[in-house]
């Protein structure tokens, strides 16, 4: 793809340290895209703090009383944001060689 080829080679991001001033190629704007994955501090700090309470004494009492399975979707939901932020860690690693190799191709 031609204009693939060309957002690479001039890119503005990624090229910057050759004076490029061209459109930001798909690579950065996956980049982009993948930092706007990371998860609001404040709803990651309530619902962590939630979940430390419901592990503890008074979390199990309640639990114990409540006939719904909510301890069980908590430790889902953590381990869900956990395979979400490993899957990030991934995903920028193989974005990163891949920009490398192409740049290595410049």
Not at 67 to 87: G, H, P, T, V, W
Request: aromatic letters at 8%; charged letters at 25%.
């Amino acid at each position: 793809d031609i204009v693939a080829l060309y957002e690479n080679t001039h890119c503005k991001i990624c090229k910057a340290d050759w004076n490029q001033q061209g459109p930001q190629c798909r690579h950065c704007k996956i980049g982009d895209r993948l930092n706007e994955l990371e998860p609001d501090r404040v709803t990651v700090f309530v619902l962590t703090t939630l979940y430390n309470i419901l592990r503890g004494s008074l979390g199990t009492q309640i639990l114990a009383s409540a006939s719904s399975n909510l301890s069980e979707l908590a430790k889902l939901f953590f381990d869900a944001l956990e395979a979400q932020k490993r899957e990030k860690v991934v995903a920028w690693r193989q974005w990163r060689t891949h920009l490398d190799l192409l740049n290595d191709m410049d």
